[in-house]
Structures are given as C-alpha cells and as structure tokens.
C-alpha cells in the first residue's frame, strides 16, 4: 500500500509540473508571470531563386573619355561615368579641377552630360557646363528587298548591340557668359 500510494503521489507531481511548465502563464527568471504567445512556425522547403539575367547597360558611354582637342585655351577634358553618374577633370594652364556629372538620355541617339560646378586650385572654379552627344545608337539597315528594284526599299532604325563605342561626338554648352559651343570629339580610354 506504501508503494502505491508514493507512485500515485508521484504521478501527481509529474501531472501538476507538466500542467505548470505548458501553462500560458508561465513564470519568469524574477517571479512574474510572462503570457506566452504562440510563435507560428511555418515550415518552407528551400528552392533556389531562379537566375535572373541583368539588363543590358541602357546607354554605351560607360567609361572613361577624353577630349581629342583641347577647350577653351589649355584646358583638357575628361570623364568617366557608369551610364547614369561619374565624375570630371579639367587640367591645364595652372587648373587642376575635378567634379562630378549626371548623365541623361536625350531624345533620338543623344546623350547630355551635365558637369557640376567644381572648385580648382588657384581660387577658380569650372562652370556647370553640359554636354550633348551623339552615341550612335541606332544603325539603319536595309531590308531584305535590296536586289529587287521594284520594291520600295524601306530602313528601319534598330538598336545596335557591338562592341562598345570608341568615338563620342559632342558638342560643349559652357555655362559661363562669353563662351560659346564648339564641337568636341572624345575618345574611350
């Protein structure tokens, strides 16, 4: 009778602590009672995202280019840019400047490349000059009725896809009065 009445009084105490440790208010380190909330657990078998491929850059002067001539005295010009931001230089005639630039699509095949206004040494700075160039997007391509003269031959503007460009043709807007536009051709580094 001994050994059953310990077993049921074991029993009892292993009910009472399971209750205990289940209940929802359930005691912390200091004594307080904490609610417990439940935490949905959602099991999700792991699959691989699949590959995405990377747009093509939307425009081809990504790079670096320099001026084939030098502007407006003996200034030399330079950029480099990813297609949408970068930055210029400007050196001669005792200037050092370097700022940055904004690129943008213009309409057609142009490009504009707006220069920031940037301090130089000697207590000078270069203006907020732009400027607009021809990328040479589009190629016109004749139509595969070319052998046959009684039908129209029409070309069709296409966008090109080679190797990237070797030649920007610019032309340069300086922002500071008493300057005017000249042409600039630059060529990638």
């Given at each position: 009778?001994?050994?059953?009445?310990?077993?049921?009084?074991?029993?009892?105490?292993?009910?009472?602590?399971?209750?205990?440790?289940?209940?929802?208010?359930?005691?912390d380190?200091?004594?307080t009672?904490?609610?417990?909330?439940?935490?949905?657990?959602?099991?999700?078998?792991?699959?691989?995202?699949?590959?995405?491929?990377?747009?093509?850059?939307?425009?081809?002067?990504?790079?670096?280019?320099?001026?084939?001539?030098?502007?407006?005295?003996?200034?030399a010009?330079?950029?480099?840019?990813?297609?949408?931001?970068?930055?210029?230089?400007?050196?001669?005639?005792?200037?050092?400047?370097?700022?940055?630039?904004?690129?943008?699509?213009?309409?057609?095949?142009?490009?504009?490349?707006?220069?920031?206004?940037?301090?130089?040494?000697?207590?000078?700075?270069?203006?907020a000059?732009?400027?607009?160039?021809?990328?040479?997007?589009?190629?016109?391509?004749?139509?595969?009725?070319?052998?046959?003269?009684?039908?129209?031959?029409?070309?069709?503007?296409?966008?090109?896809?080679?190797?990237?460009?070797?030649?920007?043709?610019?032309?340069y807007?300086?922002?500071?009065?008493?300057?005017?536009?000249?042409?600039?051709?630059?060529?990638?580094?």
């Amino acid at each position: 009778m001994i050994a059953s009445t310990r077993t049921g009084r074991a029993a009892a105490l292993a009910l009472a602590l399971a209750a205990a440790i289940s209940a929802p208010g359930a005691a912390d380190a200091a004594g307080t009672n904490v609610p417990e909330v439940a935490q949905p657990r959602v099991l999700v078998p792991h699959v691989p995202a699949p590959h995405v491929p990377q747009p093509a850059p939307r425009d081809r002067i990504s790079g670096c280019w320099s001026g084939e001539r030098l502007i407006y005295g003996p200034y030399a010009f330079s950029f480099c840019s990813n297609g949408d931001y970068g930055s210029y230089q400007v050196r001669g005639g005792g200037l050092a400047c370097n700022g940055s630039v904004t690129v943008s699509r213009g309409p057609g095949d142009t490009v504009t490349v707006n220069l920031s206004r940037s301090q130089c040494n000697n207590w000078t700075d270069w203006s907020a000059d732009r400027l607009v160039c021809r990328t040479g997007d589009r190629v016109w391509i004749d139509q595969p009725y070319a052998s046959r003269p009684e039908v129209a031959q029409p070309h069709v503007a296409v966008p090109r896809r080679p190797a990237p460009m070797r030649q920007l043709d610019c032309t340069y807007f300086p922002a500071a009065a008493g300057y005017h536009p000249i042409g600039l051709a630059l060529s990638r580094n």
